[in-house]
């Protein structure tokens, strides 16, 4: 009997309603969801911060080659 907890009550997932338990399966579709997109997030930031990195270092390169000797 897999007992799930809401609230901090506790629900023997065995005794719901068939419309409960439809509710639970979109719920825990939805958490997986969430999770990969906020791992996909994690990427983009992360690319991000490497194209902003890369773009900085090839900025200085160009102000370098422009500067007055």
Known sequence: MPVIKIDGVGYDTEQLSKTARGYLVRLRTVDQKIRAAEQ?????????????GSLKTELGKVNRKNRPQ
């Open 40 to 52: 996909e997030l994690d990427i983009f930031k992360a690319a991000r911060n490497f194209y902003a």
